[in-house]
């Protein structure tokens, strides 16, 4: 098997259960551009141009794939040709959105897009379609928030290779350091236990970690300093890891220690909150509420987590106001934090799978504020 994708059989259970899910919410086809509903369904990585590049998912009938000649490489490692796809080529001059009305049966015709089409593409698809397009996330969202034994294989891979990084983490945070000079050697440690790339780094050392979406900077790491440590890649086939542990140079302070374990029974109350049937805004309110009754609710800025897969951020959203129950083989991220602004912050993040027996977590790395000694 290719290590860039699943075997096609799996592409082929997604491209039939697509087809079933637009059939049943009354449209006659999808009309997907790159990006990763693409990918989800046929493994292809093909990159959005001025030229049109579609997959063409009639509600009855067999899949199309509509392409620039010049762009037919790039279907080399999806699994559109083992899965025996009708592939449309088309050169300058051409009108290849006739070519989509026509692997759709003709117009006019009510169709699903991608969230992710441009609207250089949509709206000329639109114009022959005869129907405007509505989005296909409805369509495809329960799909995408199930995931396959195939992904959970490839979510607890990238949880073990993040978890592998934070291993090494307390030998890189060293007071006079930058927090970039501990951004770079943690981008080397990504992908040298083993992802295909680096999704994205947080170092928020002191101050900056009161900033839930901070970067790194060259602010030097200082002894007594809290530092929250959030980073992710992806694994190949391209599912993401996203894991958050919070570091003290030094022993803390009585507070911050009192604080931290406040935020790390918050963290386990989501956990154990995490089963089929209860819903996402249920989980969120499991630690939204141990920090509520200790006074700190105010110091907890976002949702409790986000879906994960091909995307670091995709549904289910562990947020207050959804009331989606729910489902085995959901996977998203539990990540409490607590912000004091210009002083200090903290978040406890794992990644988990539900299962019919509750959260399994795809990270397990002790949930412990991790003291790091100072010279």
Not at 173 to 185: K, Q, S, W, Y
Not at 249 to 256: I, K, N, R, Y
Not at 314 to 343: C, H, K, Q
Request: glycine content about 10%; aromatic content about 6%; proline content about 6%.
């Amino acid at each position: 098997m290719d290590s860039h994708r699943f075997d096609a059989e799996v592409y082929a259970r997604r491209l039939a259960a697509a087809a079933t899910a637009t059939a049943e919410a009354g449209l006659d086809g999808l009309v997907i551009t790159p990006g990763y509903d693409l990918r989800y369904l046929s493994g292809s990585r093909a990159q959005t141009f001025e030229r049109l590049t579609a997959l063409v998912v009639p509600a009855t009938g067999e899949p199309t794939i509509v392409v620039p000649r010049l762009e037919l490489a790039s279907l080399k490692g999806s699994a559109i040709a083992e899965l025996g796809l009708a592939v449309r080529d088309w050169v300058d001059g051409d009108d290849p959105y006739q070519l989509v009305l026509a692997a759709l049966g003709g117009g006019p015709v009510a169709t699903a897009v991608t969230d992710s089409m441009p609207a250089l593409h949509l709206l000329p698809l639109a114009g022959v379609l005869g129907v405007s397009p509505v989005l296909a996330t409805d369509i495809l969202r329960m799909l995408r928030m199930v995931k396959e034994e195939c992904e959970i294989d490839a979510l607890r891979k990238a949880g073990s290779a993040i978890d592998r990084v934070h291993a090494r983490v307390p030998e890189f945070l060293i007071p006079g350091r930058t927090e970039a000079d501990v951004a770079a050697d943690i981008a080397e440690a990504i992908v040298a236990e083993g992802h295909s790339d680096v999704s994205f780094i947080i170092v928020g050392s002191g101050p900056h970690g009161a900033d839930p979406h901070h970067s790194y900077s060259d602010r030097e790491l200082q002894a007594g300093d809290i530092v929250v440590v959030d980073i992710g890649g992806a694994y190949e086939p391209g599912y993401h890891s996203d894991s958050t542990r919070t570091y003290s140079l030094g022993e803390p302070s009585s507070e911050v220690a009192q604080q931290y374990s406040l935020l790390q029974q918050a963290q386990q109350a989501a956990l154990e909150a995490v089963r089929p049937g209860v819903t996402a805004e249920q989980v969120d309110a499991a630690a939204r509420d141990v920090l509520a009754e200790a006074g700190l609710a105010e110091y907890f800025v976002h949702r409790t987590g986000h879906g994960i897969g091909l995307s670091v951020h995709e549904e289910p959203y562990i947020v207050s106001g959804n009331d989606l129950p729910l489902t085995a083989g959901m996977a998203f991220s539990v990540e409490p934090g607590i912000y004091f602004p210009g002083r200090w912050g903290a978040r406890i993040e794992d990644i988990v799978v539900v299962t019919e027996d509750g959260a399994l977590p795809m990270n397990n790395r002790p949930h412990e504020l991790v003291v790091v000694p100072v010279s």
